[in-house]
């Protein structure tokens, strides 16, 4: 019963997204999914997937756990973006606890945020403009960017940042 369950879970996400698209445009919330262990990808790729090669969306093996206000990922200081589809952005769920920033634990963020992540938020962009537009402009707060680009020295610069107070 049990492997039958996980297949059926398993055609459901793919058939099921199209009716999650449409729940949470007409009730405005953003889909909480569950991260199985990323083992489990590694297993059923036979080891084809390397965790520096890509981080993309389908690299995970998810489902379905609940709808949230999209809101939820401003909350939270253990949610960071991820990543982006054509059409989605995702964030990472990890254990409060554990600093997914912290770029001694892993080379790379996108790394640790693959290995460490518990669940996704998956959003569509429109939410998600939508959501940066309500907060406006706050001119107390100073954003830098800093786009990772191989042998550039990102990684030496998110170290740095990451000993100054205040900075995420």
Not at 12 to 35: F, H
Not at 58 to 77: A, S
Not at 81 to 101: A, M, Y
Request: glycine content about 4%; hydrophobic content about 45%.
């Amino acid at each position: 019963m049990l492997c039958l369950d996980f297949t059926l879970n398993l055609l459901l996400i793919n058939q099921g997204n199209r009716k999650i698209e449409i729940y949470c445009i007409a009730t405005r919330t953003v889909q909480i999914s569950k991260v199985l262990c990323f083992l489990c990808i590694f297993v059923l790729q036979l080891g084809a997937y390397t965790v520096a090669a890509s981080h993309q969306l389908n690299n995970f093996f998810y489902f379905h756990k609940k709808y949230v206000k999209p809101e939820f990922v401003l909350q939270h200081d253990h949610i960071t973006i991820h990543g982006c589809t054509p059409t989605h952005v995702w964030f990472c769920i990890t254990d409060p606890k554990e600093n997914v920033l912290d770029v001694l634990n892993h080379p790379f963020i996108f790394i640790s945020q693959y290995l460490m992540a518990k669940q996704l938020v998956i959003m569509p962009y429109w939410t998600f403009f939508k959501l940066a537009n309500d907060l406006g402009i706050r001119e107390d707060l100073k954003v830098v960017n800093i786009s990772m680009t191989g042998r550039s020295g990102s990684t030496l610069l998110c170290q740095m940042f990451n000993k100054l107070p205040k900075t995420r």
